[in-house]
């Protein structure tokens, strides 16, 4: 039997222990919660496009609370440069992480980051939806694609080594986890954007154990879900196919190498990386980037184009289910392009980042009433 | 005479055979095409004026191409019989093993697409193991946009030379544990080596301005990280050609928005693979375009983008011209110029002048609507003349 101040102090440590418990579960779903978001700004033209994406976040009223990180290598204690621990712990604790461009200098010590961030959080997919804009017409007024890469294995395992002088071997690795996961995940973005058909892509006539496993793992995907219509195709005829008529295809699914080299064509078809969202998927949760450079020289001069980041942030917002948010901010931003007095230098108008940012914001209050 | 030159062809052949890895040294200056790269003449089987050539009609569209070849040849004149061999995809190895004989007897051949068979693991790619074998080591594509062919880029004028025999078609691959396969890309210096040499020699011999290497080597360090390498010390030793490098999803970004910054482009294997397919699609299609395999002793020619055609086969709509390019590129390899430039001329008629296109131009003609008006043209042109 304790004395009265003993049982409240107990009491206390009971109710913290079991609030912290609850939280270190994940139970932070609350629809009326704000949810807490990693943001990594970046290098160069990083912190303005962020601090862009933040006003137009505030000015619909989104749910989110911005956590911001910076992941500038420090060297830990095996002398090995890595991410700070400070970083790693926020996107785990998060699950989810806006990324803005990183700059990889060469000969430095440390690799690339983006690599590095993908494999510490193991995201498996990138999924890179490519759309027409309108009000930016390319020569290609009608694609609609998402390609959706497997981002762990395959040709960039990184696994080289000299066998004789002059005689290089590189180690494509393909195993059926990760394919099998892919596989389902492309299935599943399918079903929950409205995407019609999956086509996946590879070149099993010449590599077929390789290419053979990663096919026989989409067939039996789409045996699992079969209200998606699925089919396969050679990456050549894709290739060929993509340039000539590019609404043939929906969502792509494929290895690693081809689906780098597919998902920058249809980048290009769209109007180049400027304007190009993209998403990392993991296990335990999703880092979402702006896939082009870090444009030193426009840095600072508040000349940079938000788009690609805006445009990742809205995939984040309906990753997290707050598809109402997402649909208001993409298609202020759509209509901003559309209309045409506001684009930034690299669209070919006079704009500043700024203007652009707070006629977007204006058409969300607009909207919002 | 005769059997004495034939028999000294075949000694020299075998000769080079057991030779192994030779040096390319420099170029001699006989007939253009036929010693470009190997020290000594192409052998060909060229027997009381007329040439023997290999042909094999594969699977698809391969078999009424190949028909509507030997139908045009008659026409023109041609003095070429070829020898006819069936490899389809359900061929034993030993049948294959014969076509490979006979290839090599007559050191020309003209190919349809083998499909392959799927499912079975161990025997590989037909064609890829032909190119292998043969050492086939040089596939070049002339891209060109044709005047009358829609297409969403003009003024499209690229050579694509991409090597064939190593690089991810190796076909090396294994399972060490169940669940997880290796497949190996083999680059070699020897390989890179002569792929870029034959690439600056072609742009001197062609006198085209830019060779552009295309890697991935911020990836894949040391494999793509060698061919580069290898390029740029080939590089030095033609300073009168401007050499550059491009990633290869940067290529394609580029290839999309503006092709026409392009001139010669050299790379391996599988990025080959993707930039001609993007570039042929830009250029309007894989019924156009002919592509030639050349290695040190042989040369194979084929339609450029190697298809099989299964879904247009036998409905009389495929396009023929790309086959009859590819026989037009054999018969400037057999110096026989003036059979070619009366069936390109009768082509080209066809496509720019008479406008008749089919069903992938956008067309409405059937094939052999095509070949009678080719036909016809030769007639035509050749009313005159006697043989």
């Not at chain 1, 609350?30 to 943001?39: C, E, I, K, N, P």
């Not at chain 1, 137009?56 to 991410?83: L, M, Q, R, Y």
């Not at chain 2, 011999?205 to 990280?225: P, Q």
Request: hydrophobic content about 35%; overall charge neutral; charged content about 20%.
């Amino acid at each position: 039997n304790f004395p009265q101040e003993r049982q409240v102090e107990m009491a206390g440590r009971v109710a913290k222990f079991l609030i912290s418990g609850a939280r270190l579960a994940g139970v932070r779903h609350y629809s009326s919660d704000a949810r807490t978001v990693t943001l990594i700004p970046g290098d160069g033209i990083g912190p303005e496009i962020s601090a862009a994406v933040q006003k137009i976040f505030s000015a619909a009223e989104v749910p989110i609370v911005w956590e911001e990180v910076d992941v500038t290598p420090v060297k830990g204690p095996d002398g090995k440069f890595g991410i700070p621990p400070a970083a790693i712990d926020s996107v785990n604790r998060n699950g989810i992480g806006l990324k803005g461009p990183l700059m990889t200098p060469v000969g430095k010590g440390h690799r690339s980051l983006n690599l590095a961030i993908r494999k510490e959080f193991n995201l498996y997919a990138n999924v890179r939806p490519c759309r027409s804009m309108e009000g930016y017409e390319t020569l290609y007024r009608d694609v609609d694609v998402v390609t959706i890469r497997e981002n762990t294995e395959g040709e960039y395992s990184g696994i080289e080594h000299e066998i004789v002088d002059g005689v290089v071997q590189s180690i494509k690795l393909i195993t059926e986890p990760a394919s099998r996961r892919v596989a389902e995940y492309a299935f599943q973005y399918a079903r929950n954007n409205g995407r019609s058909k999956v086509t996946a892509v590879h070149k099993a006539n010449i590599m077929r154990m390789s290419d053979g496993l990663f096919l026989r793992c989409c067939r039996e995907a789409a045996e699992r879900n079969p209200d998606i219509k699925f089919e396969e195709k050679y990456l050549d005829t894709v290739c060929l196919n993509m340039v000539q008529d590019p609404s043939k295809y929906d969502v792509l699914v494929m290895p690693n190498l081809y689906g780098d080299i597919l998902s920058d064509l249809c980048a290009g078809l769209v109007g180049g990386l400027g304007l190009t969202p993209s998403g990392n998927i993991g296990e335990g949760g999703a880092v979402f980037e702006s896939v082009h450079g870090t444009a030193p020289d426009i840095a600072g001069q508040d000349k940079a184009n938000p788009t690609a980041l805006l445009l990742s942030a809205v995939m984040m917002l309906r990753f997290m289910n707050l598809y109402n948010h997402a649909t208001i901010i993409e298609q202020a931003c759509f209509e901003t392009i559309k209309e045409g007095n506001f684009r930034t230098g690299d669209l070919g108008g006079k704009a500043k980042c700024s203007e652009f940012t707070d006629e977007i914001c204006r058409k969300i209050q607009e909207r919002n009433g | 005479m005769a059997s004495f030159t034939r028999s000294l062809c075949s000694f020299s052949r075998i000769n080079l055979g057991l030779q192994g890895s030779r040096v390319l040294t420099q170029v001699p200056n006989l007939s253009s095409r036929r010693t470009f790269t190997a020290s000594k003449p192409f052998p060909v089987a060229q027997y009381g004026g007329r040439f023997t050539v290999t042909m094999l009609p594969g699977d698809g569209i391969g078999p009424e191409m190949m028909g509507y070849v030997q139908n045009i040849f008659r026409y023109a004149g041609v003095p070429v019989d070829f020898e006819v061999i069936q490899i389809t995809k359900n061929s034993t190895d030993d049948e294959f093993e014969n076509a490979m004989i006979c290839i090599r007897r007559n050191g020309v051949a003209l190919k349809g697409s083998i499909e392959s068979k799927y499912g079975n693991a161990s025997s590989g790619s037909r064609n890829a193991t032909l190119r292998t074998q043969l050492d086939l080591f040089a596939n070049v594509l002339h891209c060109k946009t044709y005047p009358s062919i829609q297409s969403r880029h003009s003024d499209v004028d690229i050579i694509i030379i991409r090597e064939n025999t190593e690089g991810e078609y190796s076909m090396l691959e294994h399972e060490n544990v169940k669940g997880v396969i290796e497949s190996m890309k083999i680059i070699t210096r020897k390989g890179s080596e002569r792929i870029a040499r034959y690439a600056f020699e072609y742009a001197i011999r062609h006198g085209r301005k830019k060779v552009t290497a295309v890697h991935k080597a911020n990836i894949m360090k040391l494999s793509d990280g060698l061919f580069l390498e290898t390029c740029r010390s080939i590089a030095k030793e033609y300073p009168e050609i401007e050499f550059s490098d491009m990633i290869v999803d940067n290529t394609c970004m580029q290839l999309v928005a503006r092709p026409q910054q392009f001139d010669v482009m050299v790379m391996p294997n599988l990025y080959g693979n993707v930039v001609s397919n993007v570039v042929c699609g830009l250029v309007g299609g894989p019924g156009l375009l002919s592509g030639r395999n050349y290695g040190e002793h042989f040369a194979v020619f084929e339609p450029g983008t190697r298809n099989t055609g299964a879904s247009v086969a036998g409905r009389n709509i495929a396009n023929p011209v790309a086959m009859l390019n590819s026989a037009c590129d054999m018969l400037e390899h057999l110096d026989l110029q003036s059979h070619a430039d009366l069936i390109r001329d009768a082509i080209d008629r066809t496509l720019n002048v008479d406008k008749i296109h089919t069903a992938d131009l956008g067309g409405q003609a059937t094939s052999l609507d095509v070949v009678q008006n080719i036909i016809h043209v030769i007639q035509a042109n050749t009313k005159d003349s006697s043989w």
